[in-house]
């Protein structure tokens, strides 16, 4: 089991390092040249700056069993094709019984906004949010799903 993050735009980026470590697992932080984000105790892989480019490269890195970590539905759902476990940065779990649902909303939210319309943004991160995102990746980890 290894931890992939989706370090552009992640918050929760020290949390899952710290957590791998604790555990002993190998931890990549995958982000672009824009946001070339360095932990000790993770590898760093930098890609080009491009549209994707960052989620391309951890879909080929990620493994049936390893954990990816990432905010974005579309990466999410090529993860879960290679049966990999992929939790949000609030510790929510995409599955497949979800991940339709999620996609069909981020179509009409992208539709909303192409229009003119305004959709709601994130709300400011909280301390809550950072607990129940380790709780679950420490979950996730003894389970050693």
Do not use: W
Request: aromatic content about 4%.
């Amino acid at each position: 089991m290894k931890i992939f993050i989706d370090a552009d735009g992640c918050p929760v980026v020290d949390n899952a390092v710290r957590t791998a470590r604790r555990y002993g697992l190998e931890c990549t932080i995958i982000c672009d040249t824009a946001h070339s984000i360095q932990r000790e105790g993770a590898e760093t892989i930098i890609v080009d700056k491009g549209a994707d480019s960052a989620d391309f490269r951890l879909v080929n890195l990620v493994s049936s069993g390893d954990i990816a970590i990432t905010q974005d539905y579309g990466l999410a759902a090529m993860c879960l094709s290679k049966r990999a476990i992929v939790l949000n940065q609030d510790g929510k779990r995409y599955t497949e019984e979800n991940i339709s649902g999620l996609l069909e909303f981020r179509a009409v939210s992208a539709k909303i906004r192409r229009s003119g319309g305004r959709t709601k943004g994130m709300s400011k991160r909280t301390a809550q949010q950072d607990k129940d995102f380790e709780k679950a990746l420490t979950e996730l980890i003894g389970a050693g799903i």
